[in-house]
């Protein structure tokens, strides 16, 4: 996608109309999903704009035109998974090159990075990029990238997107940000200075744990060019229906984060409160070390809570195992909640080095259910945890009433 339409409006106008007018054949207001693998040319070159489906599909098109108008972006692309989209944008990467990460990666960020680019000749150096100084000494002659996660998954740090900036191109690297938490309704990192923006579609974005999907946006037109060809050369792209289901998702993005924000909120309230939990991570609490610049960069403070139990791994282990409403899954961003424990799931892949994650923590994704409801739901597990010492043997007990409830209601 190189042009794009639908630049005009308020958020949640571009993210119901951008790139979807009515179809021109048949008046359907919602976009028709493209299922052709190759398009009638009139002459040899001669067409719509659409040759082969690898190299571009009408319903993508829409995506991408969407998505991008979302990002303030003139150029954006859709790939298979949120991976495939990292993966386009590193093979920028070259023998010889070096790129920083954050010390608190996404899990499957760092094993791309780690088992993937680094026997294939590119070094990488994981940072506190809440640390300017930090960054500064990192930097080398050969760093071409600095990968930017914010709020990351699953600690919650915030990173000041423009002051990263500053350091990275002050050197000649160009700063890519991972916007899948906050996505482009809260933050929208190319107008903080930012290169590239990348997103796992699967989360927010599409909103219903039904797709799998990613995306990238820039205003670069050299990186733009890159990623055309690589999404083309690669093809690691989404399958009409995909696309369809990201575009339907994001129409109803902007009230569906306002009420994720909302219900986090409350949330959070509660669990600060809770002798079970030892520490709440949420850039919307004052003490959390990100706060001001959260403020500064975000309209809101997102959908997503992470907590370490006041038990440890037991603990954590027994709060994910009890709860209702949440359900233990990995994955993130959609209508229900979910809750997970990231050292033994979504970032199994980081355990043994720099970044393994604290065993006590849990992350939370907070849906848009009723929120007493939920609020109920994680008091009551966080309540039995707190009685551990009094029901042995922990979690693997909470985990076999979990397992005798399920059975009973089948
Ligand atoms: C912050 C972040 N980035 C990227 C990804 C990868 O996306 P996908 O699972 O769509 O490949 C994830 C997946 O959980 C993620 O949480």
Redesign the pocket.
Known sequence: MTDTRGTAGGFETRAIHAGQDPDPLTGAVVTPISLATTFAQREVGVHTGFEYARTGNPTRRALEQCLASLERAAHGFAFA??????DAILRRLVPGDHVVIPDDA?G??YRLVSKVLAPAGIAWTAVDLTSVDALASAMRDETKIVWV?SPT?PMLTVVDIAAVTQVARARGACVVV?N??ATPYLQQPLTLGADVV??????YLSGHSDV???FVATNDAAIAAHLGFVQNAVGAVPSPFDCYLVLRGVKTLAVRMDRHCENARAIVAMLAEHPAVGRVLYPGLPMHPGHEVARRQMKGFGGMVSFVAAGGEEAALAIVAETRLFTLA???GAVESLIEHPARM?HLSAADSPLAVDPGLVRISVGIETVDDLVADLRRALDEADTLDETPPGWRGALHRRRRRASDTR
């Not at 998974?81 to 990292?86: L, W």
């Not at 990348?198 to 989360?203: E, G, I, L």
Request: charge should be negative.
């Open positions: 998974s949120g991976m495939a989209a990292e996404y499957g960020t996660e998954n991972d899948t938490f990348v997103h796992s579609s699967t989360k799998v999907g990613g990995e994955s993130l979504t």
